[in-house]
Nanobody, 128 residues
Framework: QSQLVESGGGLVQPGGSLRLSCAAS?????????IGWFRQAPGKEREGVAC????????YIADSVKGRFTISRDNAKNMAYLQMNSLKPEDTAVYYC????????????????????WGQGTQVTVSS
């Protein structure tokens, strides 16, 4: 069974940082998959915040987090990461890791059709 498992969420004060991790297992070998981080806050639509191609050569960062969030991957460890700096209360949401084998661009993964594989999500709360 293939799995994506997120970790690293929690409660942080405004201006703080968190690093989310996504561990892939089963037949999801990240060498062949683009990875995206999505978030959904209560009452809001799901948003693709950062996506990265299978090789890591192409990335997309949503305008809402540009300059504050960075996506990266370590295919040797079958891991992906989302570094979140200068966090704001409006970043509060459940963050999900997703994987998709074939995507035309990293942006297409973040704003296009729903990826095939999803993790269970991790809560990020930014509050003083």
């Amino acid at each position: 069974q293939s799995q994506l498992v997120e970790s690293g969420g929690g409660l942080v004060q405004p201006g703080g940082s968190l690093r989310l991790s996504c561990a892939a297992s089963g037949f999801i070998i990240l060498d062949y998959y683009a990875i995206g981080w999505f978030r959904q806050a209560p009452g809001k639509e799901r948003e693709g915040v950062a996506c990265i191609s299978s090789s890591g050569g192409s990335t997309y960062i949503a305008d809402s987090v540009k300059g504050r969030f960075t996506i990266s991957r370590d295919n040797a460890k079958n891991m992906a990461y989302l570094q979140m700096n200068s966090l704001k209360p409006e970043d509060t949401a459940v963050y999900y890791c997703a994987a998709q084998m074939i995507v035309p661009t990293a942006q297409a993964m973040c704003v296009g059709p729903s990826p095939d594989y999803w993790g269970q999500g991790t809560q990020v709360t930014v509050s003083s």
